[in-house]
C-alpha cells in the first residue's frame, strides 16, 4: 500500500480563498479589518518563521496583522502591559504571544493575561476549561486544523483506535481530548511510556509530536494506519523534515507530508478562530 498523501497545504490554501470573502464581508459590515496581534519574545529562530508565516497569511486574507517583537530580556510586567494594551484596544481582535517564552516569564500567567474573548490560540486557562467540559471556546490550532484535515478526507474516527504520541499543552493534550470528542479511544503516549511500539502497532490513527527527526518508522505502523506527522525539524542539511519517516507512506493508508500538511492547516485555524472572534466582538459593540 502507497498512502494518499493528506495535502495540508492545498485544503489551507481553499479555506484561506473562502476566508477572503468572509472577510470582505466584514469589513462592509464593521467598517474595519479583523486584526491580529502576535507578540514574539527574544529571536528563536523557529519562532521568527512560524510568525512571519502567520502574518504573510493574516495579510493576504485581508486581515490586519502587527508582529510585536521584544527583547529576550524584557521584564514580565512590561509583557503584561504590552498584552493589556492590546487588551483594551477595541480595533485589535485577535492576540497570540508565540511560545516558546524565555525561562524566566511565567507562560500560565501570560496566557491567561489575555482577553479571553481575544485568545485567538486557544491557551487561555478559561478556554481549555470550557473546551474540555465541551463548552463553547477557542481550541490549540495545531490540533483543530488537523481535525479539519481528517474530516476534509472523510477519515472516519467514531470507535478507532488513536495513539497520540506527545502530551503538550499545544498539541498532545487537546489533540487527544479533540479525537475523543469525535468518539475515537485515545492513548496519550509520551516521552516515559514503556513499549511504545506495541501501542502504536496497534493504532488505527496516529499522531506524531515528539520532535525528533524521522523517529517513527515503518516498524512503528499497522498496515492501512493513518499517519498524522507534526513535527518540524531540521536535518543536518537544514532541510525541514518531520517525526515520521518517510518510509511510511508504503505501509499507511493517509499520511501528511512535511512540509505540506499540519502547518498550513494550523495557520489557517489561527485566521478562522480570529475571525470568529473578531465577529463576536464587533457584534457585542453593535
Ligand atoms: N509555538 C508552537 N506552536 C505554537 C502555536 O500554535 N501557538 C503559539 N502561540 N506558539 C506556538
Not at 89 to 118: C, M, W, Y
Not at 196 to 207: F, G, N, P, R, S
Not at 221 to 241: H, P, T
Amino acid at each position: 500500500m502507497v498512502a494518499i498523501t493528506l495535502n495540508g497545504q492545498a485544503l489551507a490554501l481553499e479555506i484561506q480563498d473562502k476566508l477572503k470573502d468572509d472577510v470582505r464581508e466584514f469589513q462592509k459590515r464593521y467598517q474595519c479589518a479583523p486584526n491580529l496581534s502576535v507578540i514574539v519574545v527574544g529571536n528563536n529562530p523557529a519562532s521568527q518563521v512560524y510568525v512571519r508565516n502567520k502574518s504573510i497569511v493574516a495579510e493576504k486574507i485581508g486581515f490586519v496583522s502587527e508582529t510585536i517583537t521584544l527583547p529576550e530580556n524584557i521584564t514580565q510586567d512590561e509583557l503584561l502591559k504590552v498584552i493589556e494594551e492590546r487588551n483594551t484596544n477595541r480595533s485589535v481582535h485577535g492576540i497570540l504571544v508565540q511560545l516558546p517564552l524565555p525561562n524566566h516569564i511565567d507562560e500560565q500567567i501570560i496566557l491567561t493575561a489575555i482577553d479571553v474573548h481575544k485568545d485567538v490560540d486557544g491557551f487561555h486557562s478559561t478556554n481549555v476549561g470550557n473546551f474540555i467540559l465541551g463548552n463553547e471556546s477557542t481550541v490549540a490550532c495545531t490540533p483543530l486544523g488537523i481535525m479539519h484535515l481528517l474530516r476534509h478526507y472523510d477519515i472516519s474516527l467514531s470507535g478507532k483506535l488513536a495513539v497520540v504520541i506527545g502530551r503538550s499543552n499545544i498539541v498532545g493534550k487537546p489533540m487527544a481530548m479533540l479525537l475523543q470528542q469525535e468518539h475515537a479511544t485515545v492513548i496519550m503516549a509520551h516521552s516515559k511510556t514503556q513499549n511504545l511500539k506495541e501501542l502504536t502497532k496497534q493504532a488505527d490513527i496516529i499522531v506524531v509530536a515528539i520532535g525528533q527527526g524521522h523517529f517513527i518508522d515503518e516498524t512503528y505502523i499497522k498496515e492501512g494506519a493513518v499517519v498524522i506527522d507534526v513535527g518540524m525539524n531540521r536535518d543536518a542539511n537544514g532541510q525541514l523534515i518531520g517525526d515520521v519517516h518517510p518510509n511510511v507512506m508504503q505501509k499507511a493508508s493517509f499520511m501528511t507530508p512535511v512540509p505540506g500538511g499540519v502547518g498550513p492547516m494550523t495557520i489557517t485555524s489561527l485566521m478562522q478562530q480570529t475571525l470568529q472572534q473578531a465577529i463576536k466582538q464587533e457584534k457585542s459593540y453593535e
